[in-house]
């Protein structure tokens, strides 16, 4: 059985995407950032931007019948990997006890200018 599940993203009807695709114990999560709509959560701020990415992160994972502590993979793309310890506290508060295979790594440029971090996730439910 497949779940689909959206946040409502403007980008998720043009470019065909979910943010989130459950299928089977197994929940991947797209790539999420901080935009809400037209604007951006935290500009120019790496931290608050990280959050707002995780917070959606755990709705979705939430709708999708798990929680953080099931999320066994996180990958950050970052656009300025100097700040790595601004956007490594915020996933730190978010992970810190449930501790998930984790990637960051400097890209050129996301979707939007404005945004710092676009995250990825991956869960497995284990009950």
């Known amino acids: 059985m497949r779940q689909n599940i959206a946040s409502g993203s403007p980008w998720e009807p043009v470019v065909g995407y979910a ?10 999560v797209a790539g999420t950032t901080a935009a809400r709509g037209d604007a951006v959560v935290g500009e120019a701020d790496p931290y608050q931007q990280t959050r707002a990415a995780l917070e959606t ?16 993979r996180t990958r950050m793309f970052v656009t300025d990997i100097s700040r790595w310890d601004e956007y490594g506290k915020a996933h730190g508060e978010f992970f810190r006890d449930i501790l998930p295979a ?17 995250i990825e996730a991956t869960a497995i439910i284990d009950r």
Do not use: F, N
């Open 19 to 28: 943010r989130a695709v459950r299928v089977g114990s197994v929940i991947e």
């Open 57 to 72: 992160i755990e709705a979705a994972l939430r709708e999708a019948g798990a929680t953080l502590a099931d999320v066994v």
């Open 102 to 118: 984790a990637t960051m790594v400097e890209v050129k440029a996301l979707i939007d200018p404005r945004l710092m971090v676009e």
